[in-house]
Every structure is written in structure tokens, then in C-alpha cells.
């Protein structure tokens, strides 16, 4: 098939113009009038101690709301979880996302490493420091 250049032209304009859109939408802030459900209960399961749980919340599909599930996130420490929420400002609904927000009172306490005896009975090797007189089966 060929493409006469006035086509190839009308066809480049029309990647361009998609492509310098993309990242526009990405920045769009969703607003709506209707207000999200009450937030569903859900049983939070047991968590391994690095978790923390994400809980469930109320998204919009561009016609609804929808539930979407609680998870468990990967904890980081000196933060908690700020969950998904929707803000009411006027007659506008807007969805924030979940976050991790600072602990202002958190202090970081490094773990000490056991310091090696330095008059330990075996070095490195697992030999007795002493291989002189009276030491091990070669005596």
C-alpha cells in the first residue's frame, strides 16, 4: 500500500497530537457529584510482621463506583498508611490515593552488631590462638 504524502502528513499530526496528550490525562484530576458508598467492612487477615494492611476503598469507573479490595503493603519503617479516601469540596467529590505520610515522633533506632571478643579463645579458622606446648594432638 502506498501513502501519498498529504496522508502521511494528516497521519503524523494525528501521533503527535495523541502523543502530546498523553501525559496531559495522566494529570486530570477526577470530580464528580455523586458521593461514594459508606466503605465496605472487611476482615483484615494476619499480616507477617513487615506488612502493613492497605484497606479497601470506593473508585469510579466514569459511570459508578466499584469496590476495590484491601491489601497488604510492604511496611516502611518511620511511616503509616493514609488510606484512599474521597473529599468533599462544594458539590465536587475528589479521590485522594493512599499514601505513606512521616511519623513526626518516629526515631530510628539502628540494630547493634555483637562486638567480636577481641581475646577470643578461636580465630577465624576455628583454631585455638595457643598452638604451642600442651595444645592440640601434635604435642
Same mark, same amino acid.
Given at each position: 500500500?502506498?501513502?501519498?504524502?498529504?496522508?502521511?502528513?494528516?497521519?503524523?499530526?494525528?501521533?503527535?497530537?495523541g502523543?502530546?496528550?498523553?501525559?496531559?490525562?495522566?494529570?486530570?484530576?477526577i470530580?464528580i457529584?455523586?458521593?461514594?458508598?459508606?466503605?465496605?467492612?472487611?476482615?483484615?487477615?494476619?499480616l507477617a510482621?513487615? *506488612?502493613?494492611?492497605?484497606?479497601g476503598?470506593?473508585?469510579?469507573?466514569?459511570?459508578?463506583h466499584?469496590?476495590?479490595?484491601?491489601h /497488604?503493603i *510492604?511496611?516502611? =519503617?518511620?511511616?503509616r498508611? /493514609?488510606?484512599?479516601?474521597?473529599? *468533599?469540596?462544594?458539590?465536587?467529590?475528589?479521590? *485522594?490515593?493512599?499514601?505513606?505520610?512521616?511519623?513526626?515522633?518516629?526515631?530510628y533506632?539502628? =540494630?547493634?552488631?555483637p562486638?567480636? =571478643?577481641?581475646?577470643?579463645?578461636?580465630d =577465624?579458622?576455628?583454631h585455638?590462638?595457643?598452638?604451642?606446648?600442651?595444645?592440640?594432638?601434635?604435642?
Amino acid at each position: 500500500m502506498i501513502i501519498s504524502p498529504p496522508l502521511k502528513k494528516i497521519m503524523l499530526a494525528i501521533v503527535l497530537a495523541g502523543a502530546a496528550a498523553a501525559p496531559a490525562l495522566a494529570q486530570v484530576s477526577i470530580n464528580i457529584n455523586l458521593a461514594p458508598p459508606a466503605p465496605q467492612y472487611e476482615a483484615v487477615p494476619a499480616l507477617a510482621p513487615a *506488612q502493613v494492611w492497605a484497606p479497601g476503598y470506593w473508585a469510579w469507573t466514569g459511570e459508578r463506583h466499584v469496590w476495590v479490595r484491601g491489601h /497488604a503493603i *510492604q511496611k516502611r =519503617d518511620g511511616y503509616r498508611w /493514609a488510606p484512599d479516601r474521597w473529599e *468533599q469540596r462544594g458539590n465536587a467529590y475528589y479521590r *485522594q490515593p493512599g499514601t505513606w505520610v512521616r511519623e513526626t515522633n518516629y526515631v530510628y533506632v539502628k =540494630d547493634k552488631k555483637p562486638k567480636k =571478643d577481641k581475646y577470643d579463645k578461636h580465630d =577465624d579458622k576455628g583454631h585455638g590462638k595457643g598452638h604451642g606446648k600442651g595444645h592440640g594432638p601434635h604435642n
